[in-house]
C-alpha cells in the first residue's frame, strides 16, 4: 500500500462520516411518514371492523408495529432508489440522495426495523399477522421496489398489493384468521393504487422520464395513461361497492361510497376531457382528491357500524 | 458561523453542531426504546391478566 493511500485512509478514519449528520428527523423521514398515516389508518380499520375485539393496549401495539414494518420497507425502498430519487425532483431532497444518511446506513436502518416488527408481531400479537407483515415488507421492498419499479409499466399495479395488505394484517392481527371482508379491503386499495399513482405520474411525467422509470405516461403516453385512470375508477367505484353488496356493510356506507365515487368517476372524465394546459392541474387534483376517497371510503365502515348499533 | 465551528472542532472531526445532532439523535433512540420496552411490559401483563383469569383451578 503507499504511503499517500495509508495517509488518506487515516484522515477517512478520522472523520465523521457524511451520515452521522443524519438527525432525527432525517431517519423519521426515511419512514415516509406521509404514507405511513394512511398505512394506519387502514390497518386501525381492519383493527376495528373485525368481530374479534382486542384488548386496546394489544391493538394499540398491532397498529404500531404494523407502522413500524410500512416505515421499515419504506427505508429499504429509499436505499434501493436512492440513485432515482437524485434525479427527480419530488424526491432528490430525502436524506438518501441529499447526502444526510448514507444508503449503507438506510440499508441497516430498514433491515433492522423490519426485523423488529416482525418479530414483535409474533411475540406480541400472533404469528399470522406477523408473517403476513413479513410478507407486506418482502414484497414492497423486493417484488415492487427492485423487481418491478425500472422494468414494467405495470409497477404500479402489482405493486400496489404491497399498500394494500395493512387492513387485512390489522384484521388478521384481531382474529388470527383470514375471511372475505380483509380480502374486499385489500381488493379497494389494490385497484385504488393505479389511478392514484398515475395521475401522480401525469403531473411528474418528466420527473419519471429523466430518471427512466417506466411509468404508463412515460411508455404509453399521456392519452393511454388518462384512458386506464377512468378505467380503473370506474372499476374501482364497482369494487367499493361490494361490503354493501355482500351485506357487509349497511346504507351509511353504501350512499357515501356511491357519491364519493361518482366525483371520483368525475374527476376522470374531467381529466380524459381536458385539454394539455388543464391537465396537470386537474391531475393534481385527481391525486389530492383520490388520497381523501380512500380516507372516507375506509372512514365510513366504522361509521355505518357504528349507525347500525345505536338504531 | 461555519468558520468558527470548524476551528472547534475536535481531532476526529466532530464540529458542536455535529455532536449536538448526535446527542438528540441518541435521546429519540432512547425513548423509541424505552417506549418499545413498555409497550412489551404492557402487553405482557394485558396477556398475563388473561391468562391468570382463565386459568385452571
Known amino acids: 500500500m503507499s504511503q499517500t493511500h495509508e495517509m488518506k485512509l487515516e484522515i477517512d478514519a478520522k472523520q465523521p462520516r457524511l451520515a452521522d449528520a443524519g438527525s432525527a428527523a432525517d431517519f423519521i423521514s426515511l419512514m415516509k411518514p406521509r404514507v405511513m398515516s394512511l398505512v394506519v389508518f387502514t390497518a386501525l380499520i381492519g383493527l376495528i371492523m373485525a368481530p374479534v375485539s382486542l384488548h386496546p393496549v394489544v391493538a394499540v401495539s398491532a397498529v404500531i408495529l404494523i407502522a413500524i414494518g410500512a416505515g421499515a420497507a419504506a427505508a429499504l425502498n429509499m436505499w434501493y432508489d436512492a440513485d432515482i430519487d437524485a434525479v427527480m425532483t419530488r424526491t432528490k431532497t430525502r436524506p438518501v440522495p441529499a447526502g444526510r444518511i448514507d444508503r449503507e446506513e438506510a440499508l441497516i436502518f430498514g433491515l433492522w426495523l423490519s426485523g423488529l416488527s416482525v418479530l414483535s408481531m409474533a411475540v406480541l400479537i400472533n404469528y399470522t399477522s406477523a408473517a403476513l407483515l413479513a410478507f407486506t415488507i418482502f414484497f414492497y421492498a423486493v417484488i415492487y421496489t427492485i423487481l418491478l419499479k425500472r422494468r414494467t409499466a405495470q409497477n404500479i399495479v402489482i405493486g400496489g398489493a404491497a399498500g394494500a395488505f395493512p387492513p387485512v394484517i390489522g384484521w388478521v392481527a384481531a382474529t388470527g384468521s383470514f375471511s372475505i371482508e380483509p380480502l374486499l379491503f385489500f381488493l379497494i386499495i389494490f385497484i385504488w393504487t393505479p389511478p392514484h399513482f398515475w395521475a401522480l405520474a401525469l403531473v411528474k411525467n418528466e420527473d419519471y422520464s429523466a430518471a427512466n422509470i417506466p411509468m404508463l405516461p412515460v411508455t404509453r403516453g399521456v392519452d393511454a395513461t388518462v384512458r386506464q385512470i377512468m378505467l380503473y375508477t370506474v372499476l374501482l367505484a364497482g369494487t367499493v361497492m361490494l361490503p354493501y353488496i355482500l351485506g357487509f356493510a349497511g346504507i351509511l356506507y353504501g350512499v357515501g361510497a356511491s357519491v364519493a365515487s361518482a366525483i371520483f368517476v368525475g374527476l376522470s372524465i374531467l381529466l380524459i376531457a381536458s385539454s394539455r394546459e388543464q391537465r396537470d392541474r386537474i391531475a393534481s387534483m385527481l391525486f389530492g382528491y383520490s388520497i381523501f376517497y380512500l380516507f372516507i371510503v375506509f372512514a365510513l365502515l366504522p361509521a355505518d357500524r357504528l349507525m347500525a348499533l345505536s338504531t | ?57
Open chain 2, 1 to 57: 458561523m461555519v468558520g468558527e465551528k470548524d476551528t472547534q472542532a475536535d481531532p476526529n472531526g466532530w464540529t458542536p453542531d455535529l455532536l449536538k445532532q448526535r446527542r438528540r439523535r441518541a435521546l429519540v433512540m432512547a425513548l423509541a426504546l424505552a417506549a418499545l420496552v413498555s409497550m412489551f411490559f404492557l402487553v405482557t401483563i394485558v396477556r398475563l391478566g388473561e391468562n391468570v383469569v382463565n386459568r385452571a383451578l
